[in-house]
């Protein structure tokens, strides 16, 4: 089964690159949520050994829901959850 890497920056309103935001990969289809990580100091997530479907993407800190631009879906950004 092949696998990808999945990364993006986690944004606020501004643009702004937020740090230390938790950003979860979820596959839709199952609800399950299989992969976690911490933006670095750059805003900067990835996920590795992701396997192709369908998965929604959301990053919090602090209580807050941030943006996410993913690099390699166009740079596709959501604030709710971005879906890929």
């Keep these: 089964?092949?696998?990808e890497t999945?990364?993006?920056t986690v944004t606020d309103d501004n643009g702004n690159k937020i740090a230390g935001a938790t950003v979860t990969c979820e596959n839709i289809g199952t609800?399950?949520?299989v992969?976690?990580?911490t933006s670095d100091s750059s805003g900067h997530f990835s996920f590795t050994d992701t396997v192709g479907g369908n998965y929604m993407i959301t990053a919090?800190?602090?209580g807050h829901t941030y943006d996410t631009t993913l690099d390699n879906e166009g740079g596709a950004t959501s604030k709710s959850g971005l879906q890929y």
């Design 1 to 3: 089964m092949a696998t």
């Design 31 to 33: 609800g399950k949520i």
């Design 60 to 62: 919090t800190k602090d």
């Design 35 to 37: 992969a976690t990580t």
């Design 6 to 8: 999945t990364s993006g």
